[in-house]
Each structure stands twice: as structure tokens, then as C-alpha cells.
């Protein structure tokens, strides 16, 4: 993550999406911000399953860095490591856990868009 002010250096991996697109005039900044997401991992190191993970590996600063900088407002934590892991952190936002994505099926997706969409009216 270099380039970023008070990033930590990231080993080569960091599995990461972001999308952000650019708020249009019309939309408030409610709407434009419940309209941003990043889907990471707690561990820079891209594997397979956690369970590949080097104990070097499970170092968490990326993900408390974006944590810190994006302010999210919800964070969906989907397995037992992220699950255990966030629920030991004093988050400034709500905290949805659920089981992972990998074990889902459409019903649970339709579930938690619903959810997700529950949330963002609500607020």
C-alpha cells in the first residue's frame, strides 16, 4: 500500500476490490456514501483458504489501516476468524457476522441484501 499516508507496507498479495464510483450531483452524500464498498480479506496474503496461512502471514495491519481510513458504517465479517477477530475490536460502526461466503447459498445472499438494504434505508 504504499504511496498512502500512514499505510503499512502490504507484502505482495493483498487480495482487495474496491468500488467506488464517482457521486453523481443529484445524490446526497448519504446515498453516495452506502454506495461504496471494499471486500478484503483481515490478512494481506492472498491464499487459497485461511487455513494455508503461514503464522508470519496472519498480520492484520492492512486491513486495521483501511478500517481506520474508510470509517465504514457496517462491515459484514463472513467466517469464524473474521468473525473472532472483529468482534475483539472496538469498531465505530455495526458489525453483521455471518458464515462464509464460500458456504452460501442463493437464499442467504438474497438474506443479507436484504439486510444490507434494511440498513441503509434505516440510517
Known amino acids: 500500500m504504499g504511496g498512502i499516508e500512514g499505510a503499512p507496507d502490504a507484502p505482495v498479495g493483498l487480495y482487495h476490490r474496491q468500488y467506488v464510483p464517482v457521486p453523481s450531483s443529484r445524490m446526497s452524500r448519504r446515498e453516495s456514501s452506502f454506495r461504496t464498498r471494499i471486500e478484503t480479506n ?25 478500517l481506520r481510513k474508510v470509517e465504514p458504517r457496517l462491515v459484514i465479517a463472513h467466517g469464524r476468524e473474521a468473525e473472532d477477530y472483529l468482534q475483539g475490536q ?13 458456504f452460501w447459498s442463493l437464499q442467504d445472499a438474497r438474506d443479507i441484501g436484504v439486510f444490507i438494504r434494511g440498513y441503509c434505508e434505516g440510517k
Not at 494455508?52 to 483501511?66: H, I, M, N, P, Y
Not at 472496538?90 to 464460500?102: I, Q
Open 42 to 66: 483481515i490478512y494481506a496474503k492472498a491464499t487459497e483458504k485461511g487455513v494455508d496461512l503461514e503464522e508470519q502471514d496472519r498480520v492484520t495491519a492492512t486491513f486495521d489501516f483501511l
Open 90 to 102: 472496538d469498531l465505530p460502526c455495526e458489525l453483521k457476522c455471518v458464515k462464509h461466503f464460500r
